[in-house]
C-alpha cells in the first residue's frame, strides 16, 4: 500500500492564493459516526478525492470496504482502522486511513490525498497530525507510525522523475523519514506482484539520538501486512529476500528521502586533463585494543626500535632505507628526535605484484550536496587503473597510521581530470551528517591480491581494510613484513592486543601531489590577477575567458553542462579554486570566492601549495623527489613527512582539547551536556575551604593534579619538533601548521592549564591557611580547657578563699564558652554564604 500526495498539475480553478479558512474545516473520525453516515462518507470520499487521487490499480482499494474494520471487531492479522476525513462546510475534500496492526503494535498510515483544488495549501499537515492522535487513542503514544511512497526511479521521464522529486519533499516537511532497506510491498490481492517501494516511518528521532527503527517492529509489521493480504512474504522471491534480510538486523538506519538529496542534473564537462604522475595518500589511524576492549597505553621509543634496527639488515634495507634515504639529509636527527617519526614500507616485495594493482571505477552518476542544494553528476563510467604504494608511520605519541597511496602512472592509458581528484577528495571530506549524501559511496575500489582469486569490490574502507588483513596473513617468508617484522616484533602492537578493524572515523585526512604544468600556469595567472602577494589591487578584467569552446555538445547524455552561464570567469580558474578547496560545484563560484579558493599557503618557483582542513594539494612542474619515489613511498618523502607530522599534531591538539574540556565541565560527579559549572571540583574546595576535612579536598585536588599530568604525560611532550633542517622545508612545515592552526591551538591550550594549574595551587593554599587556622584554634580552645582544670584545682587549693576559687573557675568556663561560641557562628556564615 502507498502512502500518496497527489501532486500533478494545479488546476485554473482555485479559492484563492492562500489555503482556505481554517475555521471553514474540520477533520472527522468515522468511528465516531454511525454506520449509515459512514457508508455515505466513505462513498463521497472515494468519488470526489480518492479514485482520482489513486487511479492505479495495482495500489488503489475500494474504501467502502474498509467499514468492517473501523470498528476493530475483527481478530488479527486484520486491522484495527481508523479513517479520518478532511471536510470543509461539509463537503469531503481530503482524507488519511491509518491501519493498526495489533501482534506488531505498528501503525501504517496506508493512504492520504487532498482534492486537487485544496493541494498545496498545507492540509497534508492537519491529516497526518489526526493520524497520529488516532492510532494513539487506538494503541499508546509510543506506537510509531509507518507508511510507503513510491521507489525514487533516477531513468524515469524528466515529469515524473519531478513530479516523485516534490512528493518526496513534501514528505519530508511532514516528518517522514525513509527506512534505508529494500522494501518490497506484498501484493494488495491473490494475482498481483510484489512492488518495491520505500518504507517510511512517520515519527522522527529525537534530537541526539541515532536515527534508527528497530528491524524486528519493521519484519512484524510486514508480516502481520502479508497475512491480512491473504499472502505470506515467503510466497515471493522478493519479499522472501527482503524477511531473510530483516531477520538478520537488529537495527535499521533511517535517512531523508532520496527525492529531497538532490535538485540539478549535470554531465561532467572538465577542462584540466591530469596525465600524471599523480599520487593520493589516505592517512588511516589504527587502534589496538585488548580482550576488554581496553586501548593500548601510548609512547613508543622510537630511538630503541631504531637501535635494535641496525643489527637486522633485511628489514632494514627492505622496509626502513627505501623512505629513511630520502629524510635523513634534511631532517635534524633520525626517528625518535625531535619528534620525528619512523616510516617504514608495508612489505618488501613492491614491484610487479597483483597485489599493487587497484581499480578505481566510478560510476555513472555521482552525489554531492552544496550551498543546501544536492547535485547529480552525470558521464560515462569510467575505471582508473592505480598502483598502490603502502607504508606505516608511527609515532612516539604511540599513534600508528596506515598511508596507502594510489599512484597515477606518467604512462597510464587513460589519464584523469579535475573530477577524479574532487570524488577521491570527496573520501576525506565524510559529511558526518546522516540526512548529507554519502560521496564516498560512489566510488568503488576493485583489488585483487591473488591472480588466481577473483578481485575484491567494495568501498574504500572494504578495501583497506581487507589490504590490511590481507598484510597481517599473507606476508611471505622470504620477504620482510610489516606486521611480523615490525609491528610485532616491536611493541608497536602490544602482545595480547589486536588491530581494530578500519572504520570510517580512522580515514584523517589526505595528501595529493601532481605533476602538472597546466595546473602551474593556472595558479600562476590567479595569482598575477589576484596579486596573491600585495602588490597592488586585482586585475578582475583577466578572469574573463574568450574561449567557451570547452562546453561540448552532450553527446548520449541529455544533460545541461556543469556551468553557471552567467559565470564568465575562466573555468580553468574555477576548477583550480574546486581542486584547492574540495567543492564540486566551482562554476558557482564568484570573483570572491575564487579569490580566496587559489591563494597558496605556499609557493616556488615552480610548485604551488593548497591547504584544507581535510588535504593537502601540492602542484609541480618537475619534481624530482616526487618522481624517484614514485616506486616505493608513491608520494614525495618531504611532503609526506610535513603533512603526517601535522597530522599528528593536529590529532594531539585535538585530544588535549577534549580532555581540558572535559577537566573543566566533567570533574565526575554529574556528566555536562548542554550547561554546566565551570571547574565545579574545584570550586567546591573554595567553598568549603573552611569546613572541608583534609582527606575530601585533597582527593578533588589530586584528581585534578593526575589529569593535568596525564595531559603531559601522554600529549602535550608529543607534539612534534623542529624536524626539518633546511629552509625550504623547514618554512613549509611551519606554513602547514600555521594554515591549519595547530600552533595558535596549542598555546591556547598550554594557556589554559597553566591557569588551570594556578587556580589549583590557589585553592590549595587557601585550604591549607583555612586548615592552619583550625588547628591553631583548637590548640587554643585546648589550653582553655586545661585552664577550667588549672582553676579546679586553684579552687580545691583554697578552701579557706573558696570565692576566690569560684570566680576564677566561672571566668575561665564562661571564656571558654565564648571561644566555642564563635566558633560555631564562623561555622554558620560560612554556610549561608554557601
Not at 459512514?38 to 487511479?55: M, N, Q, T, W
Not at 486537487?116 to 492522535?133: F, I, P, Q, T
Not at 546522516?434 to 577473483?454: A, K, M, S
Request: with cysteine; net charge negative.
Amino acid at each position: 500500500m502507498e502512502q500518496h500526495i497527489t501532486d500533478t498539475r494545479q488546476a485554473n480553478r482555485r479559492f484563492g492564493k492562500h489555503a482556505p479558512d481554517q475555521h471553514d474545516l474540520s477533520v472527522l473520525f468515522l468511528s465516531r459516526v454511525g454506520a449509515r453516515r459512514r457508508k455515505a462518507l466513505l462513498a463521497e470520499y472515494r468519488e470526489a478525492v480518492y479514485d482520482k487521487a489513486f487511479p492505479d490499480s495495482d495500489l488503489a482499494e475500494n474504501p467502502e470496504d474498509w467499514a468492517q474494520y473501523i470498528d476493530g471487531k475483527l481478530p488479527p492479522p486484520l486491522p484495527h482502522t481508523e479513517v479520518i476525513l478532511l471536510l470543509r462546510e461539509g463537503k469531503v475534500i481530503g482524507g488519511a486511513t491509518v491501519e493498526y496492526y495489533r501482534q506488531a503494535d505498528a501503525g501504517l498510515l496506508t493512504y492520504l490525498a487532498i482534492a486537487e483544488d485544496y493541494r498545496e495549501k498545507g492540509l497534508s499537515r492537519r491529516l497526518v497530525d489526526a493520524a497520529h492522535k488516532a492510532l494513539a487513542a487506538i494503541a499508546s503514544k509510543s506506537t510509531l507510525l509507518f507508511a510507503e511512497t513510491e521507489k525514487f526511479d533516477d531513468t524515469a521521464e524528466e515529469d515524473e522523475r519531478a513530479a516523485l522529486i516534490r512528493r518526496h519533499r513534501r514528505l519530508d516537511a511532514l516528518g517522514a523519514y525513509a527506512i534505508d532497506f529494500d522494501y518490497v510491498m506484498p501484493p494488495l490481492r491473490p494475482g498481483a506482484e510484489p512492488r518495491a517501494l520505500h518504507l517510511l516511518v512517520l515519527d522522527p528521532p529525537d534530537p541526539g539520538r541515532a536515527p534508527r527503527v528497530s528491524a524486528h517492529t519493521v519484519r512484524a509489521l510486514l508480516q502481520e501486512l502479508a497475512q491480512s493480504l491473504q499472502t505470506r512474504l515467503e510466497d515471493h522471491a522478493p519479499t522472501r529476500a527482503m524477511e531473510a534480510f530483516l531477520a538478520g538486523r537488529k537495527t535499521l538506519t533511517v535517512s531523508r528521502l532520496p527525492g529531497t538529496r538532490f535538485d540539478r542534473r549535470f554531465r561532467e564537462t572538465p577542462v584540466i586533463p591530469l596525465h600524471g604522475p599523480a599520487a593520493f595518500t589516505f592517512a588511516f589511524e589504527l587502534g589496538f585494543t585488548g580482550q576488554r576492549g581496553e586501548e593500548q597505553p601510548p609512547a613508543i621509543v622510537l630511538k630503541s626500535i631504531m637501535d635494535t634496527l641496525l643489527r637486522d639488515k633485511k628489514v632494514r634495507e627492505k622496509l626502513i632505507e627505501p623512505a629513511r634515504s630520502y629524510l635523513d639529509d634534511v631532517t635534524t636527527g633520525p626517528p625518535g628526535h625531535n619528534g620525528r617519526p619512523l616510516l617504514f614500507l608495508a612489505a618488501g616485495d613492491y614491484r610487479g605484484s597483483p597485489s599493487r594493482r587497484v581499480m578505481l571505477k566510478r560510476p555513472e552518476r555521482w552525489l554531492y550536496k552544496a550551498e543546501n542544494e544536492g547535485r547529480e553528476m552525470h558521464a560515462a563510467p569510467r575505471t582508473t587503473a592505480f598502483e598502490l604504494r603502502d607504508c606505516f608511520c608511527v609515532f612516539e605519541s604511540g599513534r600508528v597510521f596506515y598511508l596507502p597511496t594510489l599512484v597515477l602512472p606518467e604512462d597510464a592509458e587513460e589519464g584523469s581530470d579535475e573530477y577524479t581528484v574532487l570524488q577521491l577528495q570527496a573520501l576525506a571530506m565524510k559529511p558526518e551528517d546522516p540526512d548529507e549524501v554519502r560521496r564516498y559511496g560512489d566510488l568503488e575500489f576493485t583489488w585483487q591480491p591473488f591472480e588466481h582469486d577473483g578481485p575484491l569490490g567494495g568501498s574504500i574502507f572494504d578495501f583497506i581494510e581487507a589490504r590490511l588483513a590481507w598484510l597481517e596473513r599473507n606476508e611471505p617468508a622470504t620477504q620482510p613484513g610489516a606486521f611480523r617484522d615490525l609491528i610485532h616484533a616491536y611493541g608497536i602492537r602490544r602482545p595480547g592486543f589486536e588491530r581494530r578493524a578500519v572504520r570510517p572515523a580512522d580515514l584523517r585526512n589526505l595528501c595529493i601531489s601532481i605533476e602538472s604544468e597546466e595546473l602551474v600556469q593556472t595558479a600562476e595567472r590567479a595569482n598575477a590577477i589576484f596579486d596573491h602577494d600585495g602588490n597592488g589591487a586585482p586585475d578582475l578584467s583577466r578572469l574573463k575567458s574568450a574561449d567557451r569552446s570547452w562546453i561540448a555538445p552532450g553527446g548520449t547524455l541529455d544533460l545541461p553542462p556543469h556551468d553557471d552561464p552567467e559565470n564568465d570567469i575562466d573555468r580553468k580558474l574555477l576548477a583550480l579554486a574546486g581542486l584547492a578547496t574540495g567543492v564540486p560545484d566551482f562554476p558557482w563560484q564568484d570573483k570572491s570566492e575564487v579569490h580566496d579558493s587559489t591563494r597558496p599557503g605556499g609557493a616556488s618557483v615552480d610548485s604551488v601549495l593548497y591547504v584544507h582542513p581535510r588535504f593537502i594539494l601540492e602542484v609541480a612542474r618537475e619534481w624530482r623527489s616526487f618522481t624517484n619515489s614514485l616506486e616505493s613511498l608513491g608520494n614525495c618523502p618531504y611532503l609526506l613527512l610535513m603533512w603526517i607530522a601535522a597530522v599528528q599534531d593536529e590529532l594531539t591538539v585535538t585530544t588535549i582539547e577534549d580532555r581540558i574540556e572535559d577537566m573543566i565541565y566533567d570533574p565526575g560527579r554529574e556528566p555536562a551536556r548542554f550547561r554546566a559549572i565551570a571547574m565545579r571540583d574545584v570550586d567546591s574546595v573554595r567553598r568549603n575551604a573552611k569546613r572541608m576535612s583534609g582527606r575530601s579536598g585533597a582527593r578533588i585536588l589530586e584528581k585534578n593534579l593526575q589529569r593535568r599530568l596525564d595531559l603531559f604525560r601522554f600529549h602535550t611532550i608529543h607534539r612534534t619538533g623542529k624536524i626539518f633542517r633546511y629552509p625550504k622545508e623547514k618554512a613549509a612545515l611551519e606554513m602547514l601548521l600555521h594554515e591549519k592552526g595547530i600552533d595558535d591551538r596549542f598555546e591556547r591550550a598550554l594557556a589554559m592549564i597553566d591557569r588551570i594549574e594556578g587556580l589549583v595551587e590557589d585553592t590549595t593554599s587557601m585550604k591549607s591557611a583555612y586548615t592552619e587556622k583550625r588547628t591553631n584554634q583548637a590548640l587554643a580552645v585546648i589550653a582553655l580547657l586545661g585552664l577550667v582544670s588549672v582553676g579546679n584545682d586553684i579552687a580545691l587549693a583554697l578552701e579557706k578563699s573558696d570565692s576566690v576559687g569560684i570566680v576564677t573557675f566561672w571566668v575561665l568556663i564562661t571564656a571558654a564558652l565564648v571561644l566555642i561560641a564563635y566558633f560555631i557562628w564562623n561555622e554558620i556564615t560560612a554556610r549561608r554564604d554557601r
